[in-house]
T-cell receptor, first 113, second 114 residues
Framework: GQQLNQSPQSMFIQEGEDVSMNCTSS?????WLWYKQDPGEGPVLLIA?????ELTSNGRLTAQFGITRKDSFLNISASIPSDVGIYFC?????????????FGKGTKLTVNP | DSGVTQTPKHLITATGQRVTLRCSPR?????VYWYQQSLDQGLQFLIQ???????AKGNILERFSAQQFPDLHSELNLSSLELGDSALYFC?????????????FGAGTRLSVL
């Protein structure tokens, strides 16, 4: 099935560093979403972006919906150990009551204290 | 806790068997979505139901089927299981099937086919 190109695949950083990850697609989405998944849990929504060009923050997280509607990035500032996990981007298409999320393959983040 | 409940948490079965995964959506949510997460394919959308009716289909195999009941809980049926069906299966729910509504995910069912 279709997937988004998410990079990097993994990151190893020191506590306090900033992190940046992004997703690109060959097709347009109505909405971009960023989720975080901890081991043994389902994905949890971090940020939702609804308009092209939109820049949204949630605490230390900032995400942007690309102008072309084909890409998005997520930044995490001043990382802490509990930021460890897998981050997924997702593009959403809605049409006539149906809704499909297409996910990237994830960025695995490791934070060294 | 997302409010979406999935049972069982783990399931171990043999090839050729049939299993049923169950999902209870958040209170008030009318839409239910099923996803499969495997190491090589990532998270793949399978199917969406809205208020008992199928609304969207993704990469769902013919051996798999789902339904949503009048009380809005949903079941995903997987039959003639193969080794490659081993994966995490997630259910998500949302208020409606479009607009700015958000999908909330359950903790998943880990299926192991031996």
């Amino acid at each position: 099935g279709q997937q988004l190109n998410q990079s990097p695949q993994s990151m190893f950083i020191q506590e306090g560093e900033d992190v940046s990850m992004n997703c690109t697609s060959s097709s347009i989405f109505n909405t971009w979403l960023w989720y975080k998944q901890d081991p043994g849990e389902g994905p949890v929504l971090l940020i939702a972006l609804y308009k092209a060009g939109e820049l949204t923050s949630n605490g230390r997280l900032t995400a942007q919906f690309g102008i072309t509607r084909k890409d998005s990035f997520l930044n995490i500032s001043a990382s802490i150990p509990s930021d460890v996990g897998i981050y997924f981007c997702a593009g959403r298409r809605t049409q006539g009551g149906s809704e499909k999320l297409v996910f990237g393959k994830g960025t695995k983040l490791t934070v060294n204290p | 806790d997302s409010g979406v409940t999935q049972t069982p948490k783990h399931l171990i079965t043999a090839t050729g068997q049939r299993v049923t995964l169950r999902c209870s959506p958040r209170s008030g949510d009318l839409s239910v979505y099923w996803y499969q997460q495997s190491l090589d394919q990532g998270l793949q959308f399978l199917i969406q139901y809205y208020n008992g009716e199928e609304r969207a289909k993704g990469n769902i195999l013919e051996r798999f089927s789902a339904q949503q009941f009048p009380d809005l809980h949903s079941e995903l049926n997987l039959s003639s299981l193969e080794l490659g069906d081993s994966a995490l299966y997630f259910c998500a729910s949302s208020v409606a099937g479009q607009g700015t509504n958000i999908q909330y995910f359950g903790a998943g069912t880990r299926l192991s086919v031996l």
